[in-house]
């Protein structure tokens, strides 16, 4: 144990090290292959002209070359992998997608990830702005703030744990000790095992993902509520404007923008949503979902590449409409500048 | 200045805030207040109830006739129904139709001519006049009142017999190097990409910018047969901790270069200007001038990369396996949840030590936290 540390410490030094070296050296011999200090006027602005056209790709070859590796190479992978078989070895067309379209539990999957799709990112965006707007007007505001954002650090299997806590089950007549039951049962409702409802589990394991994300969403949208001009809310105000009003016809749609940037992060995450379902139920009682169901035809199905892949591809082709959105806006914003 | 501040709705709104903290805190109160208490008492009430004296019925059984002993003509069994443990037995019985039947310090008449007598301090006796027969000893059952215990067991117990102890130094073995790699790559990056003119930089923030969302899973199975042909020319295995750090760090790189890079581009252009003017090269201004003033930014990123890197099961399983030996804090949490799936003491015990780090991480830092968040979010819409 006590060796593992010093060579992850080793390692950590050697790969800090190794960059510096890196960085340095092939600067220094660059300086050294085309100088420009103490040459004439026209070599020094030659030799400069080179350095100046390397440089840039001498600071960027090592995060290309990282990037390369272990985002773009695997995207084209994956499409290969998901036209062959099991292995990896013989092209079978689409086979592995005409499988999947049939497949039950394919299709619990996409469906189950199109509830999380409409309830998380809409849930977490609502709550978010709805305590941003709320937390602004007190004085503890902050604190409060704080206690709301804290899921965030928190794993989404220790989210598990403590979100099984309070749906666990005992049989009627039995003193509960999860929270929700214990309130069902005090109003008088029999105890129910949640997380093996079908159709209803998804929403109690969705919940969790809501309570993480509350709090990004609410940090966000607070800075943005805070960046609306003054003049705008004065102005309804001496109009004669409610509370409602201002907020829902003055404040919100000044913060379309951030609003939508909240929105397509939570889709995003809740696109590759994993380990909540497998600490929950596994994708047990019909709650399966796709990054899941990849991840048993990975490992547990027998380790078939082909189909593993082939789903992968899925969650791929639902995450574009938001790459290039934020593709278009990241141009956008660089025009502006 | 705003007059809903002043009217009486503001209640409304403290009360609604106050409710809405409640929510989002009791979840993980309820896991901390019961990884300390007593796993006798977590099994049987909600720990809401933690901190009054829980009364709770349960059966045990008296020794059996083999330990009787014979005294003034007469055979007893006597001992202790709570073997030490403090509390109260308040009542008895031995039927279990009427399990409390008897107050303590009475005397039952049992069916076979045998008497029973159990203390508040649940000292017991069985008398009868003749010697008592059979193999099994009488069962009793009591209604006892303990009082609230908590107690590090728990904690002593996952950190020892659960191997917890192992997974905490391998998830700080992943995390750490995995945080720091990239840093150093994406600053570099960063820089060329802010304030180097080179023809085709627009396209590589434009492709930095969408492997954002790129989906992990893509990467699993080609790198997973990467690895293992690696693996293989070289004789090494596939599972290694530089494997999962350089996952990590190519992982982590698109996020990190676009902070940095947004943050990098912001600063003045007048304090590089001075510099090169003054004849600083490219690698002096970054190293002397970016580096120091890039700080809140960086901070900012260590902190995401730490969480994430800390609190990932998919990259960890997947890149360094699931043997005992090299379990991170995560997946020890997913296997524990499947063996010990109601031994809640040593569910929340164990979940408590995965999250501590963070938490702590979280509340010294949050400040840069917030400040990366928005750099990455709102600028970038």
Known sequence: MLFQLVKAAGFMLGGVIGCAAYFWGTSFILDLMFPSKGKSGAVASRNLRITNAIRPWLFLGPALLALTVYLIYPVFMSLWYSVHDRAGQNFVGVSNYAWMVNDGEFRQSIYNNFLWLLVVPALATFFGLVIAALTDRIWWGNIAKTLIFMPMAISFVGAAVIWKFIYDFRPEGAEQIGLLNAIVVAFGGAPQAWITLPFWNNFFLMAILVWIQTGFAMVILSAALRGIPEETIEAAVIDGANGWQIFFKIMVPQIWGTIAVVWTTITILVLKVFDIVLAMTNGQWQSQVLANLMFDWMFRGGGDFGRGAAIAVVIMILVIPIMVWNIRNAAKEMKGH | MNPATRSPLMWVVHLSVLLIVALWTLPTAGLLISSLRDKDQLAVSGWWTALSTSSQNTVVRAPGPESQVEREGKFVISGNLLEGQPGQISAFGFNSREPTAFKAGETAELNDGEKLTVQADGN???????????????????????????????????????????????????????????????????????????????????????????????????????????????GVPAKTYVGIWLAHTGFGLPLAIYLLRNYMAGLPREIMESARVDGASDFDIFVKIILPLSFPALASFAIFQFLWTWNDLLVAIVFLGAGPDELVLTGRLVNLLGSRGGNWEILTASAFITIIVPLIVFFSLQRYLVRGLLAGSVKGG
């Open chain 2, 124 to 234: 017991f006796e069985i008398v009868s006049d003749k010697k008592m027969e059979g193999s099994r000893g009488q069962r009793v059952f009591v209604t006892a009142s303990s009082p609230p215990r908590f107690t590090f067991d728990n904690y002593a117990e996952v950190l020892g017999a659960e191997n917890i102890g192992r997974s905490f130094i391998n998830s700080l073995t992943v995390a750490v190097p995995a945080t720091i790699i990239p840093i150093m790559i994406a600053a570099f990056a960063a820089y060329a990409l802010a304030w180097m003119p080179f023809p085709g930089r627009a396209i590589l923030i434009a492709v930095v910018v969408g492997l954002l969302v790129v989906p992990l899973q893509m990467s699993l199975i080609p790198l997973l047969k990467l690895y293992n042909g690696v693996g293989t020319i070289l």
